[in-house]
């Protein structure tokens, strides 16, 4: 059988004609590009043509490599900035920009495609350049190849309803479980704490609450490695436990639960489970995952069992550091303070912070003078998960920033001083939002969002279930609508904290907000939005899922005009004049170059002439010109084919 002249030129990356031409010289006779080669000349040709095809590839690539200039640059790049490395002037450069519907003054940032983009229009390539800062981070992740590593123990964060005992809790196992050799001191409080378990050590965060917990979160830092949920056995789970259980989730942490109070009479511990496996953590004991422990804040009943459970989930998720390597870690809390002037409890991550080393975080940077730990003892230096109280920042840093030491204190100065600029900068623009219900349809075809993710408030508890069921109803296989988390009550700061982790709306119905709330929420841009009506509230999401989803595309042929001779216009580029054999050609429709029945290029007619006259539309049985814009590549006998098209809603 053989294969077509056509595929066979694609295959090879030449035109029909170039390989018919190729054929009659090898004295076979082909009619044209539909005509079949047998198996043996096709051999041969792959193996002459396929060497010409990559010299020919070559040959261009160096050529375009000759005509190209490569800057280096640090994105993103002010249009001042980009005049300069294009070298070109700053008007003729906005100019430029509003020929691509790109609107920027002259120190508007610009980001990295936009760049490279606009840069290749002046035959120039723009290669990324890492920023010191950048180089600092890449640094960090990279020293980590050279060392070698060893396990690390495990941090863990105390989570759960007021009242239910976290803080005696901690208080038990601080007294049974102390640092050895250190019994005697007088405990710091630092906000996070060292214990010793069968020689094996564990660090405690002692957080106000889920709430910073997730404020931490939200600045990046991934402190904690597991959570223990303290639920009390005489009260089961309440309102303030849900909202840790989803914050918890969203932090995608293991949860170890303690159960407890189980020195009171009248608990009902099943009940307990019960409710936790109505909250998708069912008890190993019940056929789960979620490890559940009996224990006593009062009586110390439990404390060595949770405490092995929280090494043996430890074990299991193999925690690993590089004590050889530059430290870097988090900053827990941080306070100014009378005798001793600034004061940062860290967590040690990865890495050995040491004194007089140079740490960098958030908007401050400090050589360490000093090195406490909880029980007031004075250290030289701190490995992995360790926490420690340092002197001699410049700044109060905010929880959550994260740290890193650096060996230079000029680098060290100059990202800080970088990183305040562009806070002010930040500070100047007007604030932004996360995400609103109204810039979802544009969020989707950015391809940035696939799921709506919502935090529900109501007034009681029938109204939350009644809201949740009608919202459940609302089905789609291309978006998904998830419930971060639910709850009774005014809309407060730890909805607000838990919206911008997971990116949420909150709303709400027959509720207010919290004092201070707006403020925080206008400040982190989260949106919140209260109803009066449920039905108000449904149909909003409704149509902000009806956003979500990508309309179908309806193309319609409307016209066909085939290319009979072509011109060189100066300063327009190529035009082809056509004759219009079927319906009607207009301007600014979609259009596809076909060539020997293949498509070679899909755009949008750029102009439109008949003689010299700018038209809209020219009808069959008429020529005109037709020109595109950035592409020239237009021969005669080509075929152009015009299509209308139609975006159809879709509805859920």
């Known amino acids: 059988m053989g294969i077509r002249v056509f595929k066979l030129a694609k295959e090879l990356g030449f035109s029909s004609k170039e390989l ?15 005509s079949s080669v047998d198996d043996e000349t096709t051999e041969i040709l792959r193996h002459e043509l396929k060497d010409m095809s990559e010299k020919k590839k070559e040959k261009k690539e160096k050529e375009k490599k000759k005509d190209v200039r490569f800057v280096e640059a640090i994105f993103p790049l002010s249009v001042k900035d980009l005049a300069i490395k294009l070298q070109t002037k700053t008007n003729e450069l906005i100019s430029h920009l509003i020929k691509k519907n790109i609107f920027a003054n002259i120190n508007q940032s610009l980001e990295k495609d936009v760049c490279q983009q606009i840069a290749a229009d002046y035959k120039v390539e723009l290669q990324e350049k890492l920023s010191d800062e950048e180089e600092l981070i890449q640094l960090h992740k990279e020293s980590s190849d050279k060392g070698k590593s060893v396990s690390r123990a495990p941090v863990v964060t105390l989570m759960g309803h007021v009242d239910h005992g976290k803080t005696l809790l901690l208080d038990a196992i601080r007294k049974s479980n102390v640092v050895d050799g250190e019994a005697g001191g007088i405990t710091q409080h630092i906000g996070a704490y060292e214990v010793i378990h069968n020689k094996h050590k564990i660090c405690f965060l002692d957080t106000p609450g889920h709430e910073a917990f997730t404020a931490m979160r939200s600045r990046g830092a991934h402190v904690t490695d597991i959570v223990i949920l303290v639920v009390a056995a005489d009260d089961g789970i309440m309102p303030q436990t849900i909202e840790a259980i989803d914050h918890a989730k969203a932090a995608k942490v293991p949860i170890i639960v303690a159960i407890n109070k189980v020195d009171k009479p009248n608990i009902n511990i099943d009940k307990v489970k019960t409710q936790l496996q109505e909250m998708d953590l069912t008890p190993e004991d019940w056929g789960g995952e979620i490890i559940t422990v009996n224990v006593s804040a009062k009586t110390g009943e439990g404390v060595d069992a949770l405490l092995e459970m ?4 430890s074990e299991m998720m193999e925690l690993k550091a590089y004590p050889d390597k530059f430290a870097s870690g988090t900053v827990i809390e941080a306070r100014l303070t009378k005798g001793s002037g600034i004061m940062a409890t860290v967590l040690v991550a990865d890495g050995t912070l040491r004194l007089q ?15 406490i730990n909880d029980h007031g003892g004075r250290l030289k230096e701190a490995g992995p998960s360790t926490p420690v109280e340092l002197l001699g920042l410049s700044g ?3 929880a959550g920033d994260v740290f890193y030491a650096v060996d230079d204190e000029r680098k060290a100065k100059a990202i800080v001083e970088k990183r305040r600029h562009h806070k002010r900068e930040k500070d100047l623009l007007p604030k932004g939002r996360i995400i609103t219900l109204e810039d979802l349809s544009k969020e989707i075809q950015k391809g940035k969002i696939k799921i709506l993710n919502l935090i529900v408030k109501t007034d009681v508890q029938g109204s939350l279930e009644a809201l949740c069921a009608s919202l459940d109803k609302i089905q789609s296989s291309e978006v998904e ?11 407060n700061e730890s909805d607000v904290m838990l919206a911008i982790v997971t990116q949420s709306i909150i ?27 449920i039905y108000e509230a449904i149909s909003d999401i409704r149509t902000a899922m009806e956003g979500l989803l990508e309309p179908h595309i309806k193309r319609t042929l409307v016209g066909r005009a085939e290319v009979r001779q072509v011109f060189k216009v ?4 190529t035009i082809a004049g056509c004759m219009v054999s079927k319906g009607a050609v207009k301007r600014g429709m979609e259009a596809k170059v076909v060539r020997d029945d293949e498509i070679i290029f899909t755009g949008t007619i750029d102009s439109l002439k008949r003689f010299k006259e700018d038209v809209k539309e020219v009808k069959e049985g008429f020529e005109c010109g037709i020109g595109f814009r950035s592409f020239n590549n237009i021969k005669n006998g080509d075929f152009i084919e015009v299509y209308s098209i139609e975006k159809i809603k879709k509805t859920l």
Do not use: C, W
């Open 310 to 313: 929280v090494l043996l989930q």
């Open 396 to 398: 109060i840093p905010e």
């Open 357 to 371: 080393d140079i740490i960098i975080t958030g908007l401050h940077y400090a050589r360490i003078k000093a090195m």
């Open 481 to 491: 609508l998830n419930i971060v988390h639910k709850g009774v009550g005014n809309v």
């Open 20 to 34: 018919i031409d190729k054929l009659k010289k090898l004295k076979v006779k082909v009619k044209g590009h539909m």
């Open 570 to 573: 100066s300063k327009v580029g």
């Open 507 to 533: 709303i709400g119905f027959g509720i207010g907000k919290e004092q201070k709330t707006s403020e925080i929420a206008r400040d982190k841009s989260v949106e919140i939005k209260l109803y009066s009506v």
